[in-house]
């Protein structure tokens, strides 16, 4: 998931709206005289995310992946600081503890995330991402069913996993571990931050210091020229920033404050799906009948967790950030 970003968490109990559900449901679009559900936004939010990391695999297995992850990164920072420019001296210095804490994990966690795209299919990495945020929902659960949705999601890992455990998919497979643990790491250190800026902007400070991090990288593997010397592959990062960050931003501040906190896991959980979808339509990327199960078995887990879960931990930005 890229990626990217939460950024005003609330706590809430399982049927309240996400920001307090002071607007109503639905959403109208003057322009084409629409009217949408909320839903709608979270699954757009979703789709912007997996067109990105379709195009971000496009453009790494010509670039690299290095390369393409320090744009994505650099140009998601700048649009940030731009749209939603920092204000630190409205916080207390634990704030920028907590600001560059959220840094360094996005900055890892999208790292390895595009490494993982680099040798195995958008779908399959997706999917295994999310054993972070699930683990986290339900972590501390006694419930029987809770250790079904994991014991289920547990068994599609293995599926998918089983048969890839060789040369370069091995290293894929490990990568999109990592991310799903640094995943599982961001709900916490993102809550902090929620709670640390009070008006939201603390990712807009995180963000630049992912950037740095990943030029660091960049410049130590001698790919900053690489990366910033090519025309195309610089609109491809704007790009990319686009529909991994600013997208799917705007679109979840316009629904989390209409639905309710199951349905909105629920709609997250359908990324793999989307992934998959992305992933066959950009990128050619056939999967089998037993990955595709596995798939949709994580889907179901995912969405089951959600749904059993008391209290759900939101904020703006929680598709796109890997």
Do not use: C, K
């Amino acid at each position: 998931m890229d990626e990217t970003s939460r950024e005003s968490e609330t706590s809430v109990g399982e049927d309240a709206p996400l920001s307090g559900g002071r607007r109503g449901h639905w959403i109208a679009i003057p322009a084409f005289g629409w009217r949408l559900p909320a839903e709608s936004l979270i699954v757009g939010s979703s789709l912007s995310v997996q067109a990105g990391a379709g195009l971000a695999t496009q453009l790494l297995r010509v670039s690299g992946w290095l390369p393409v992850v320090t744009l994505r990164i650099v140009f998601s920072a700048l649009l940030l600081l731009v749209l939603r420019p920092p204000r630190p001296s409205a916080v207390a210095r634990s704030a920028w503890v907590s600001a560059a804490l959220l840094g360094i994990d996005l900055a890892l966690m999208n790292t390895l995330f595009y490494f993982s795209l680099s040798r195995i299919p958008l779908a399959v990495a997706v999917t295994i991402e999310f054993w972070g945020p699930l683990a986290v929902a339900v972590v501390g659960s006694r419930r029987a069913r809770d250790f079904a949705w994991v014991g289920l999601a547990g068994t599609a890992i293995y599926i998918l996993t089983g048969g890839r455990l060789v040369a370069d998919d091995a290293l894929g497979i490990a990568a999109a571990f990592g991310a799903g643990a640094l995943w599982a790491l961001y709900i916490p250190i993102g809550g902090r931050v929620a709670r640390d800026w009070g008006d939201g902007r603390g990712l807009s400070l995180a963000m630049p210091i992912a950037a740095a991090m990943s030029l660091s990288l960049a410049a130590a593997s001698g790919v900053v020229g690489q990366a910033f010397g090519n025309l195309q592959l610089i609109v491809g990062g704007i790009v990319i920033a686009l529909f991994s960050s600013a997208i799917p931003y705007s679109l979840e501040i316009a629904a989390l404050d209409r639905i309710p906190a199951p349905t909105f896991g629920v709609l997250m959980s359908i990324e793999p799906a989307i992934a998959a979808l992305v992933g066959f339509i950009v990128l050619g990327e056939a999967l089998s009948s037993p990955e595709l199960a596995a798939i949709g078995m994580v889907v179901v887990a995912s969405a089951g967790a959600s749904l059993s879960a008391r209290s759900v931990s939101v904020a703006p930005g929680q598709l796109e950030s890997a």
